[in-house]
Antibody, heavy 117, light 106 residues
Framework: EVQLVESGGGLVQPGGSLRLSCAAS????????MHWVRQGPEKGLAWVAR????????SYADSVKGRFTISRDNAKNTLFLQLSSLRAEDTAVYYC???????????WGQGTLVTVS | DIQLTQSPSTLSASVGDSVTITCRAS??????LAWYQQKPGKAPKLLMY???TLQSGVPSRFSGRGSGTDFTLTITSLQPDDFATYYC????????FGGGTKVEIK
């Protein structure tokens, strides 16, 4: 069974940093592209970032480009998102998700809450 | 960036009704569109990809159509478990989501 478990969220001051992790199990992690998606309070889904299966070719939403960094450790089956220069509008639940054969998102974690205040 | 506009934003319906949600892209995305269902406090669940391909385990009362810029998700014979918020996602050019459609009980 595919499992994705995010961690690392919490309360951080504006301008601060945080590193989110997503521990993967139940599938061959190194074979799949991975994404981060966020959802602000009472808001819709917003795509954040994507990384290829081998860690190359990261891409970002314009709203986070230059402030967030996506990375992965295939040996440890873990995806990361480094958040820097945080703003109040970055407050959200952050989800990691696997990309199917194409960039649709077929498995999701339960999310981790980041509050910038 | 490709923008996705969903309509309506809220839809009131009864059990047994058929409902249709529309998703319009700001430019052609071929058929690279997915649909998700989300319930309060839960992660989204993939329903459909490639505009009309049903994800494994999703009931056949869900169907998708469209290509280019105009897409629809139809739920026939609405069930109590279907009251939720639905999102479309394009993955033709990076990725983006529509604003969501909440299907509520009339």
């Amino acid at each position: 069974e595919v499992q994705l478990v995010e961690s690392g969220g919490g309360l951080v001051q504006p301008g601060g940093s945080l590193r989110l992790s997503c521990a993967a199990s139940g599938f061959t992690f190194g074979d799949f592209w991975m994404h981060w998606v966020r959802q602000g309070p009472e808001k819709g889904l917003a795509w954040v970032a994507r990384i290829n299966n081998d860690g190359s070719g990261p891409s970002y939403a314009d709203s986070v480009k230059g402030r967030f960094t996506i990375s992965r450790d295939n040996a440890k089956n873990t995806l990361f998102l480094q958040l820097s220069s945080l703003r109040a509008e970055d407050t959200a639940v952050y989800y990691c998700a696997t990309a199917g054969n194409g960039d649709y998102l077929d498995h999701w974690g339960q999310g981790t809450l980041v509050t910038v205040s | 960036d490709i923008q996705l506009t969903q309509s309506p934003s809220t839809l009131s319906a009864s059990v047994g009704d058929s409902v249709t949600i529309t998703c319009r892209a700001s430019e052609s995305i071929s058929r690279y569109l997915a649909w998700y269902q989300q319930k309060p406090g839960k992660a989204p669940k993939l329903l459909m990809y490639k505009a009309s391909t049903l994800q494994s385990g999703v009931p056949s009362r869900f169907s998708g159509r469209g290509s280019g810029t105009d897409f629809t998700l139809t739920i026939t014979s609405l069930q109590p478990d279907d009251f939720a918020t639905y999102y479309c996602q394009q993955y033709n050019d990076y990725s983006s989501f529509g604003g969501g459609t909440k299907v509520e009980i009339k």
